[in-house]
């Protein structure tokens, strides 16, 4: 596609339930990551994606975070066991060798 | 202390007015660093990539890296009122992957 593409746009979800959210990076970027941007702050790192497997996953904040990309295109970022502390706006990005990140308009997650 | 800060503002200035920006950081391994503008509930936008210290110059912007002080700038000419965004700085090291973002600015140019 033109862009990166995410989705949902936002998603409600009650506390301890199980959200998946999805990536579709630029068609061709090999790498993809994903971000979390709280009200008010920059985004942060979560996890990092060159091809199918995760290069850097250091920014996952626990257990209850995981992301795949099965087939080295589109990813899932899945939360379980929801918290209210998860509620902020996922950000995903690829990139293509070197330069800057493109980033998708995000998903913002409330939990409550 | 944060690796990478910025001045959340907001920074408020009349249209036409030079916007100046600036990030300092901590880690002297960052050596690629970017400026992004963020729409209200929209992703960033990549506005400049920079590499080595000195100016680059992109249309109306112009983006300074000083990498002995480690300080970065984004300057902002003949501002419009949709230059009224939030402006992050980000950077990254050599060897790794990931942006450390600052937290970002937020910018009003009043017609």
């Known amino acids: 596609g033109a862009g990166v593409s995410q989705t949902p746009s936002n998603k409600v979800t009650e506390k301890g339930k199980y959200v998946e959210l999805r990536c579709d990076p630029i068609?061709?970027?090999?790498?993809l990551y994903w971000y979390r941007q709280s009200l008010g702050q920059g985004p942060e790192f979560l996890i990092y994606?060159?091809?199918?497997?995760?290069?850097?996953d250091s920014g996952l904040p626990n257990d209850r975070f995981f992301a795949v990309r099965p087939e080295g295109s589109v990813s899932t970022l899945k939360i379980q066991r929801t918290e209210r502390g998860d509620s902020a706006v996922y950000l995903c990005?690829?990139?293509?060798?070197?330069?800057?990140?493109?980033f998708g308009s995000g998903t913002r997650l409330t939990v409550v | 202390q944060k690796e990478v800060e910025q001045d959340p503002g907001p920074l408020s200035v009349p249209e036409g007015a030079i916007v100046s920006l600036n990030c300092t950081y901590s880690?002297?391994?960052?050596?690629?660093f970017m400026w992004y503008r963020q729409y209200s509930r929209k992703g960033p936008e990549l506005l400049m990539y920079?590499?080595?210290?000195g100016n680059k110059e992109d249309g109306r912007f112009t983006a300074q890296v000083d990498k002995s002080s480690k300080y970065i700038s984004l300057f902002i000419r003949d501002s419009q009122p949709s230059d009224s965004a939030t402006y992050l700085c980000?950077?990254?090291?050599?060897?790794?992957?990931?942006?450390?973002f600052g937290g970002g600015t937020r910018v009003l140019v009043k017609p």
């Open positions: 990005a690829s990139s293509e060798g070197g330069g800057g990140y493109t």
């Open positions: 068609s061709g970027h090999t790498a």
């Open positions: 994606f060159q091809g199918t497997g995760a290069a850097d």
């Open positions: 880690n002297s391994a960052f050596q690629y």
């Open positions: 920079t590499y080595s210290s």
């Open positions: 980000a950077m990254k090291s050599a060897a790794g992957n990931k942006l450390t």
